[in-house]
């Protein structure tokens, strides 16, 4: 004796697993994107304060060492004394990514 299958009904759990497995292709592939995303905005802010701070620091060396407030049009470095013979320069960036490097003071 032939077993009947139910050729109705076995489309919708098809149907269903198949939607389920592409979206949960669709969110990994969303995060992957999102990750990268985060990872190139952190990596853009970091190089746009390393820049601003080489160029303070560059100009501290030329003119000597004192409290000053350099203004750039990605933010700002403030250079305060650390001690005698080193100087802070800390940046800051609108979007509030801030970097901090200590230099000795040559003069």
């Known amino acids: 004796m032939k077993r009947k299958i139910n050729n109705k009904g076995s489309i919708l759990p098809i149907i269903l697993l198949?939607?389920?497995l592409v979206q949960i292709c669709f969110y990994s592939v969303h995060n992957v994107y999102q990750n990268q995303m985060e990872t190139y905005h952190l990596l853009n802010e970091h190089y746009c304060s390393q820049t601003i701070l080489?160029?303070?620091e560059k100009y501290m060396r030329e003119t000597g060492g004192e409290n000053r407030v350099?203004?750039?049009n990605v933010g700002?470095?403030?250079a305060t004394n650390y001690s005698e013979e080193t100087i802070l320069l800390v940046s800051l960036l609108p979007s509030g990514f801030s970097e901090e490097i200590i230099i000795k003071n040559d003069k």
């Open 18 to 20: 198949s939607v389920v």
């Open 70 to 72: 350099f203004h750039y």
């Open 76 to 78: 700002k470095v403030t």
């Open 54 to 56: 080489a160029l303070s």
